[in-house]
């Protein structure tokens, strides 16, 4: 990044400390990342256990796994958290609005991954994209896919279960919320808009643009991100990891595998609609997931639980009942539901 | 006396940010008469799409997120 002539002497200067502060950081969190293996082994060695035993090969995933995926879950967050100062939901709407159906809904589920989102705000963003002239079932898919496919899940996946773990569920996640929203839209129920939404609708749309950034506030967006996020998710995370720990060390490998394997048929359905109630981020899922795959339960059934703990939830529904009627919520459940039990049943399938 | 909404459903940064204007409105000397708005078709109807939002004398100012306290005082000595 070339410093401009333009810019005031404060500015240049935080550009020289931001600059010199990541790369510091990055040459420092490479130095941890790859000396993982040593670090626990080390720490075993210095406590006196060893990996022969049941505990200290539970004490060793612990050490090896608590800082592996804190490390990751850092740098991801932070680089998220830059990049989502590209995607301001104010963007992310312009990029959609006038998108027809299909290529619309691939396009919304993918900003759902990259548009920061929250569940307090889904009512005024339904609706912001909504009267911009988004398709009821491309704002569907983005409102599947925001809270489903999200960096902390990518992350503990795929530091706990590894890439093609977190890439299956990326890929599914994005399939479940086109092809829901496609659905949802053939199905032209707008007219099972709350009234008021409806009026909204037909009124001409007072956006609103958030000035531009430059790349200080950007870095500092990344930042205030990464303290948002990994304040919040740690003590999941943590717990997460310890119980994953106890199972490694002690439970026989198949103890889940007879009630939860492949060969269950209705594992997936009861996963799914088990989850549909529970609500949780994706880090307090984490210790649960640990725990099920740690005790051979079937990849596609705990995967299908976890979708649906995450992108269907009460309190979610609640918030939207104010701008959805009855009906349009139901078919939301019951369509996203339907697709996270497809999803379960292929895994299960092809693994 | 300058006429300052906080817009959001009651989540928890709506309150930082109802809480974060009254310091800086207490800062600064500015006479505020401070509103918080919780009715989803109000919300929508300034055209923001995420919360928590701040609305200083009819404008958005920011949306989205938490802003800094020291812009907080600079809209409110501006607005």
Known sequence: MELENTVTPKISNQKVRWGLGISISTVAWLLAYSNLQLFADFMLATVGLSRETALGEAVHFFLYDTPKVLLLLTGIVFIMGVVQTFFAPERTRALLSGKRMGIGNVLAASLGIVTPFCSCSAVPLFIGFLSAGVPLGVTFSFLISAPMVNEVALVLLFGMFGWKVAALYLGMGLLVAIVAGLVIGQLKMERHLEDWVQAIQARADQGYESGSMNWVERAEAGLSHVKEIVAKVWPYIVAGIALGAGIHGYVPEDFMASFMGKDVWWAVPAAVVLGVPMYTNAAGIIPVVEALIGKGAALGTVLAFMMSVIALSAPEMIILRKALKPRLIATFAGVVALGILLVGYLFNAVL | ?79
């Open chain 2, 1 to 79: 006396m300058k006429d300052v909404k906080v817009l959001g459903p009651g989540c928890a940064r709506c309150k930082t940010l109802a809480e974060m204007v009254k310091q800086a409105a207490e800062q600064t000397g500015v006479a505020i008469n401070l509103e918080k708005v919780e009715d989803m078709a109000a919300i929508v109807g300034y055209g923001i799409m995420s919360t928590p939002g701040l609305i200083i004398n009819g404008k958005v100012v920011h949306s989205g997120s938490l802003p800094d306290p020291k812009k907080v005082a600079t809209w409110l000595q501006e607005g």
